[in-house]
């Protein structure tokens, strides 16, 4: 019996690591396309970001936040000075500086950010950190 567990055990430990990897088969949109795909277009500074569990239950996605943002500037739409928006950490097939989230550690930062409209919400659909 021992002998059975140290054989199955070696053949565990014998096959090749599988990884992962994203295949992102989506080439990467332009700027012309973010900004025609999104229902709003803002220049903006994160004022508060907060963890979301309840949109976590209800979308059925990990690590979904809500972004308190005082908008400077409106480059597509119209609206108010501050916006609530909600984002996600996103997923590796991302590309970079795409979710404020990954940012959370820098308050107060400016973003570009491409807004789209879905259930009731404004969700961060692309952003970019001003530099």
């Known amino acids: 019996m021992r002998a059975v567990a140290f054989l199955a055990i070696g053949l565990i ?3 090749p690591s599988v990884a ?3 295949r992102n ?3 990467a949109m332009t700027e012309q396309q973010k900004f025609a795909l999104a229902d709003i277009v803002v220049i903006g500074i994160v004022a508060e970001m ?3 569990p309840d949109l976590e239950k209800d979308m059925n996605w990990p690590r979904v936040y809500r972004i308190s943002m005082n908008i400077q500037k409106y480059l597509k739409g119209s609206g108010p000075g501050a916006l609530q928006l909600v984002d996600t ?3 590796d097939c991302d590309p970079e500086e795409s979710h404020i989230p990954l940012y959370r550690n820098s308050p ?3 973003w570009r950010v491409f807004i789209g409209k879905r259930k009731e919400l404004l969700w961060v659909d692309h ?3 001003s530099k």
């Open 13 to 15: 430990l014998s096959f």
């Open 20 to 22: 992962f990897a994203c």
């Open 25 to 27: 088969v989506i080439p």
């Open 50 to 52: 907060k963890e979301a």
């Open 89 to 91: 950490t996103g997923t």
């Open 108 to 110: 107060s930062s400016t």
């Open 127 to 129: 952003a970019e950190r």
